[in-house]
């Protein structure tokens, strides 16, 4: 089974702090991603990165970044984190290849930022 | 742009009532078209791939089926346990090598005992 884990599934931080959130894939999976779960507004995505080293932007790349130095781990970065920043925050992987590209998700990882 | 709009926004079945949740979708050219459940406060799970109109897949008591404006998920006999948020996505053809995806705001269903 893919297994995507997430290093924290609750967290609090406050404005203007750095936060980390880490997303680790055990499938050697090429694609990774980070989505942004608000109610309402369904996922969005942030970031992703089909290659190590290698990122593009989504649909919500403001305020955030990425790095990917291995394979298997991808992190999400708030340089300084807001308000507007609390949110669920959805890590998935993907192959490359034949067939269908379904991604799966770790189990999320809800930031309240205040 | 690509869209992809789910009706309803919420359902309310009493066990057993079987029933159908709706995708329609707008892209230029469609790869495929995903299906995942959401329990509460977890990630989504994958259930299905649709690649083409007329195509259908089923497990348990779901069945998914594709034209080429829309998918829908049938739910047959629901059991409580099926209470949760089902979530569409595409993936255009025009996505680059990551194969992004673009997701609906979901329809959560609430099976009544």
């Known amino acids: 089974d893919v297994k995507v884990t997430q290093s924290s599934r609750y967290l609090v931080k406050r404005t203007g702090e750095k936060v980390f959130l880490e997303c680790v894939q055990d499938m050697d999976h090429e694609n990774m991603f980070w989505y942004r779960q608000d109610p309402g507004l369904g996922l969005r995505l942030i970031y992703f990165s089909y290659d190590v080293k290698m990122k593009e932007k989504g649909d919500i790349p403001e305020g955030y970044s990425v790095s990917r130095e291995k394979k298997e781990r991808f992190s999400l970065i708030l340089e300084s984190a807001s308000t507007n920043q609390t949110s669920m925050y959805l890590c998935?992987?993907?192959?490359?290849?034949?067939?269908?590209?379904?991604?799966?998700f770790g189990p999320g990882t809800r930031l309240t930022v205040t | 742009e690509d869209q992809v709009t789910q009706s309803p926004e919420a359902l309310r079945l009493q066990e057993g009532e079987s029933s159908s949740l709706n995708c329609s979708y707008t892209?230029?050219?469609?790869?495929?078209l995903f299906w995942y459940r959401q329990d509460p406060g977890k990630g989504p799970e994958f259930l299905f791939t649709?690649?083409?109109a007329g195509e259908e897949k089923e497990k348990e008591r779901l069945k998914a089926t594709l034209t080429k404006k829309e998918s829908f998920l049938h739910i047959t006999a629901p059991k409580p346990e099926d209470s949760a948020t089902y979530l569409c996505a595409v993936q255009p053809i025009s996505s680059g090598s990551a194969r992004q995806l673009t997701f609906g705001s979901g329809t959560q269903l609430t099976v009544l005992p």
């Open positions: 998935a992987s993907s192959a490359v290849g034949q067939g269908s590209y379904e991604q799966y």
């Open positions: 892209v230029s050219g469609l790869r495929g």
């Open positions: 649709l690649y083409s």
